[in-house]
């Protein structure tokens, strides 16, 4: 979502492990934490620090980490920075390198419940951010959104929600202090609960912002899924966006897929989503309108796409549009249910290299697949290089016709040899491993990272995803 600059803060949202019940505004349960990881994308070794911030503004050290190129690090909040348990707050990462990061928010000492979304690059920070999907209440999800003051200075802030029903509410924080982050949730603004109540967000500050939004169970005692995915700024906001996954009834969780797509201009526009199906054949072409700074939906049983269908999707617009995947498992696996979120891509920060910190093969139980989608005009040729810890480098490529706007899937590659061709390296060298990926085409692409639990055995952790970074 996000393209990299040369030298990087990155803004992320921190929790510590806190064995108490969850405060008003904060996640359900208890136990809940997170991790954040590192990439160098840069040509030579990053010297990468952390430095956490309370919700009042006060700093908190954390472990400093030397990363090789391409290589990356992990920051668990617990371990290696100096907060107390149910610490609550946000960060800034900085490299003399260019690096990208994910952060992955669970509570897997009580529960299943992870989510992952993309760190904020400092130079993407504004005063005015959207979020293209509300839920307050509706079937018993709700969002609760984390806005950071991305400033030297205090930050006011306005919150506005915008519903589906035209239901408007908005509700003002005043000084926040600098890198410091505010908990928005829809009750702050009086925004009524229930089915039905689904809607979108904008905060305008009145210096820079970052955020991220978390949509989790409502009123539940232990959280058992999680969805996660950063905030858009203005320069994430285009007339065509990508969307590189979306199903209906797919595989054995029966995995289907909601598009939210938000109109941010201040006048009704009609929104045109394309389908195109990984395995070929005719695009499907759906239409709606959507009010301004509202948004719409493109629920896939609703929309009359078949079960097991699969593929990715471009959205377009006459105005500035900005869009959202939610994805549930409509069948639970190892009793567990699935639920992620991915934001799309604009296409004016399509490129053709991406980078993905955090892929795992068979590591830990875990493995990721990427969804990669061309965003170029002619047919892509697509290769993936993996990375080890120790700097062993596996590289793939795909049968090299991927048609404009269809998708690749690079999944559980070592038992895959049959659909890949190895460009070098050695498959065996993957198995077990967490890894970092640079993917790179003949034609601009985007990528997502979709880890899951149940493929690879190992606990029953939700499913978790996030965008890949172009650059």
């Known amino acids: ?27 359900p ?5 997170s991790g954040q990881q590192v990439q160098n994308v840069g040509t030579g070794d990053a010297k990468v620090t952390m430095t956490a911030y309370d919700t009042g503004g006060t700093s908190r050290t954390c472990k400093e980490f030397t990363i090789a190129p391409g290589a990356s690090a992990t920051w668990l909040t ?26 992955n928010v669970n509570n897997g000492q009580t529960g299943n419940a992870s989510g992952q979304y993309q760190g904020t690059d400092g130079a993407d920070v504004s005063k005015t951010i959207v979020f293209p999907l509300v839920k307050h209440g509706h079937i018993s999800r709700t969002t609760t959104f984390y806005v950071q003051n991305a400033s030297t200075s205090n930050n ?19 000084n926040v202090p600098p890198n410091a982050m505010v908990v928005i949730a829809p009750a702050d603004a009086g925004v009524p609960s229930g089915d039905g109540q689904v809607g979108a967000l904008t ?33 994430d906001y285009d007339s065509t966006v990508f969307c590189p996954l979306y199903r209906n009834a797919f595989a054995g969780p029966r995995t289907t897929s909601g598009l939210q797509v938000q109109n941010v201009d201040n006048q009704s526009r009609k929104i045109t989503a394309t389908f195109v199906p990984r395995s070929g054949g005719s695009p499907v072409v759906k239409e709606k309108t959507a009010a301004a700074n509202s ?11 078949p079960e097991g269908w699969i593929g990715s999707v471009e959205v377009t617009s006459p105005g500035n549009i900005v869009a959202v995947v939610n994805e549930s498992g409509l069948q639970s696996v190892s009793g ?60 793939i490529q795909n049968a090299t016709a991927v048609g404009p706007g269809g998708s690749f899937t690079a999944n559980q590659v070592t038992n895959n040899p049959s659909t890949i061709s190895v460009v070098s390296g050695n498959l065996n060298d993957l198995f077990g491993q967490n890894l970092g990926v640079v993917i790179t085409s003949n034609q601009p692409i985007v990528a997502m990272a979709n880890e899951v639990s149940y493929l690879g055995g190992g606990d029953a952790q939700d499913n978790k995803n996030y965008e890949g970074f172009n650059r």
Not at 156 to 174: E, I
Not at 295 to 305: D, R, W
């Open 336 to 395: 567990q249910e699935t639920k992620t979120t991915y934001a799309c891509f604009a296409e004016g920060g399509v490129s053709d290299t991406v980078n993905v910190p955090l892929a795992k093969e068979f590591f830990l139980g875990k493995t990721t697949g990427i969804q990669i989608q061309n965003a170029g005009n002619g047919n892509a040729t697509i290769n993936v290089k993996y990375t080890t810890k120790d700097g062993k480098v596996v590289t």
């Open 156 to 174: 006011n802030l306005t919150a506005t929600f915008v519903m589906r029903d035209g239901t408007q509410k908005s509700k003002t924080y005043n």
């Open 78 to 103: 617990d371990r290696d920075c100096t907060v107390a348990a149910g610490f609550q707050g946000s960060a800034v990462v900085s490299s003399d390198q260019p690096i990208v990061a994910v952060v």
């Open 203 to 235: 905060v305008v500050g009145s210096q820079p912002l970052a955020g991220a939004a978390l949509e989790h169970e409502t009123n539940v005692p232990v959280g058992n899924n999680l969805q996660a995915v950063s905030a858009f700024t203005p320069g």
């Open 29 to 33: 349960g208890s136990g809940w934490t």
């Open 1 to 27: 979502m996000k393209k990299i600059v040369p030298i990087i803060a990155l803004l992320v949202l921190l929790l510590a492990v806190g064995l108490v019940a969850a405060q008003q505004n904060n996640l």
């Open 295 to 305: 948004a719409v939906t493109f629920y896939a049983p609703t929309e009359g796409f």
